[in-house]
Nanobody
């Protein structure tokens, strides 16, 4: 079992930046990939980015490429989502998630097994 706790959401103006954090507890993450997904009101949950814990390799959605960066602190068991050049359409609840990948890497659209409670990000025009 992996427990995930997000933090760092809030209200920001368009063009601004936020950094989300997700602390993972309960398991060594060396055989997991971590991801960020988001859900806007009235819309389906959408993949944002993922990182394979052991290698650090990343995969980003086209909608956030060049603006968002996923990274991890290996020693602290924390994954980050640095969000720059935010747009009103980035407004959503952002969820941290984990999936078991064994000795491999994350491949989209592999589903996630464990979820955090979510953190709200609101971008004003």
């Amino acid at each position: 079992q992996v427990q995930l706790v997000e933090s760092g959401g809030g209200l920001v103006q368009a063009g601004g930046s936020l950094r989300l954090s997700c602390a993972a507890y309960g398991r060594t993450l060396s055989r997991y990939a971590m991801g960020w997904l988001r859900q806007a009101p009235g819309k389906e949950r959408e993949f944002v980015a993922a990182i394979t814990w052991s290698s650090g390799s990343t995969y980003d959605a086209d909608s956030v490429k060049g603006r968002f960066t996923i990274s991890r602190d290996y020693a602290k068991n924390v994954v980050y989502l640095q969000m720059n050049s935010l747009k009103p359409e980035d407004t959503a609840v952002y969820y941290c998630a984990a999936t078991f990948v064994g000795g491999g890497s994350y491949y989209y659209p592999k589903p996630f097994d464990y979820w955090g409670q979510g953190t709200q990000v609101t971008v004003s025009p």
